[in-house]
C-alpha cells in the first residue's frame, strides 16, 4: 500500500467518530516504534516531520526512513505529514519529497511569537491550498495560537480559535483540516492544574465546518510515571503536566479527528535511556539503550492509539492514492 493522502484518514475517522495520533520523528526508532504499534493494532497512522526534524535529518534521511516504514508495513495507512510548515517553500519542498499532507502554520508571523493577522494567514493558507491540492496533497491549516511554545518561542499572547472566524477561514482557504486552539501547547510543562480545554468550541466547530477535520496539537498526557522515572535516574522535569487523555477523548467524541503527539514518546525514550545508563554504567553499545527506547515508544504510541480509538480500523476501507484525490480535488 503506497503512502495515503491525510484527508482520507480523517475522512474515514470523522465516519468511525474515532480520532487519529499524528506521531513527530526524527529517526529511525521512532519510526519503528510507531510502525509496530501500527500493524499490532490495526490502526492507520500519520507520521509527522517538523522543520527541526526535516533539519535534523537532512530530509534526504528522513526521507528514506519514511518509505522504509511503507515498505515493511505494505498493509498499513500511513500518511506522511509535514508539521508547522511556516512558509509556502517548505510546503514546496515537503511535496517534492513526497509528502502527502502538509501543514501550513500561518498563525504566527516569521518570527514565531506575533500573531499573524487572519487576512495575511488566509493569504498564506489559500496559497498553500493552491500548491497542494493540484498534487492531492492534503492541507493542514491553524487559527488561534497555542499557549505556551510555538517552536521554542514563547507567543506573546493566547489566542482561541474563534469558531464565526474558523467558518469564514475554510471558506477563504479550502483547507482540508483545521488546529483549533483551545488552550493547550506544545512540550511537558502545559498547566500548572489539571486543565479546562475549551472544548465547546470544538463541539461548535464541528458543527459549523462537519466538513473540515479538526486537530488538536500539543496533545501529549505526559504520563507521570514516566515523569518519576526521569526524576528517579538524574532527570529534573519538576512540575510537569501535560493533557489527561480522558479530556483527549472529550474532544474526539466533540469532532477532534487528528491528535499530535511528540513530547510523550521523547519521555517515553528518555526515561528509559536514563534507567539504563544508571543501572548499567558499562552499557556503551547504543543498540542496548536505544532498543529498549524503542520499545518504551511502541508502549507509548500503543495506548495512544487505543484510547483515541483508531486501532482496529486500518482495514475498514480501501487506500486512495495522490492521483485519486488529486482528481477528486478537481
Ligand atoms: O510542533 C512541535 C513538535 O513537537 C516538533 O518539535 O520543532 O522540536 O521538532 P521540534
Ligand atoms: P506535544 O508537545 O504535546 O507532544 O505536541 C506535539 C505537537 O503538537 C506537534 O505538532
Ligand atoms: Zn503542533
Do not use: W
Request: proline share 5%; glycine share 8%; aromatic share 6%.
Amino acid at each position: 500500500m503506497p503512502l495515503v493522502p491525510m484527508k482520507i484518514v480523517l475522512d474515514e475517522a470523522e465516519r468511525g467518530g474515532y480520532g487519529v495520533g499524528a506521531f513527530n520523528v526524527n529517526n529511525m526508532e521512532q519510526i519503528q516504534a510507531i510502525m509496530r504499534a501500527a500493524s499490532e493494532v490495526r490502526s492507520p497512522v500519520i507520521i509527522q516531520a517538523s522543520r527541526g526534524a526535516l533539519r535534523y535529518t537532512n530530509m534526504v534521511y528522513l526521507r528514506h526512513l519514511m518509505h522504509a516504514a511503507v515498505e515493511d508495513n505494505r498493509d498499513i495507512k500511513i500518511v506522511m505529514h509535514l508539521d508547522h510548515g511556516n512558509d509556502l517553500d517548505i510546503v514546496k519542498q515537503a511535496i517534492d519529497l513526497g509528502f502527502t499532507s502538509v501543514m501550513i502554520d500561518g498563525s504566527l508571523e516569521p518570527d514565531g511569537k506575533t500573531p499573524r493577522s487572519f487576512e495575511s494567514n488566509v493569504e498564506m493558507t489559500r496559497k498553500a491550498v493552491e500548491i497542494a491540492h493540484p498534487y492531492g496533497v492534503t492541507v493542514e491549516g491553524e487559527l488561534g495560537t497555542l499557549g505556551g511554545i510555538e517552536e521554542h518561542v514563547q507567543a506573546s499572547r493566547v489566542i482561541l480559535t474563534n469558531p464565526e472566524e474558523a467558518v469564514e477561514f475554510v471558506k477563504a482557504t479550502g483547507v482540508d483540516a483545521l488546529a483549533v486552539a483551545i488552550g493547550t501547547s506544545h512540550g511537558a510543562y502545559k498547566f500548572k492544574q489539571t486543565p479546562m480545554l475549551a472544548l465547546d468550541r470544538v463541539e461548535k466547530i464541528h458543527r459549523l465546518v462537519p466538513h473540515v477535520r479538526l486537530v488538536m496539537h500539543g496533545s501529549s498526557s505526559v504520563p507521570q510515571e514516566l515523569i518519576a522515572e526521569i526524576n528517579r535516574y538524574g532527570g529534573s522535569m519538576p512540575n510537569a503536566m501535560g493533557v489527561p487523555v480522558e479530556q483527549i477523548q472529550d474532544g474526539i467524541r466533540r469532532g477532534i479527528r487528528k491528535i499530535n503527539v511528540d513530547t510523550d514518546t521523547r519521555l517515553a525514550a528518555t526515561a528509559t535511556i536514563r534507567r539504563i545508563f544508571h543501572e548499567e554504567p558499562a552499557v556503551f553499545d547504543p543498540r542496548e539503550y536505544l532498543g529498549p527506547a524503542r520499545d518504551a515508544i511502541y508502549r507509548v504510541v500503543k495506548a495512544r492509539m487505543e484510547a483515541f480509538g483508531s486501532a482496529g480500523h486500518n482495514d475498514d476501507y480501501a487506500p486512495t492514492t495522490l492521483e485519486e484525490a488529486r482528481r477528486l480535488y478537481k
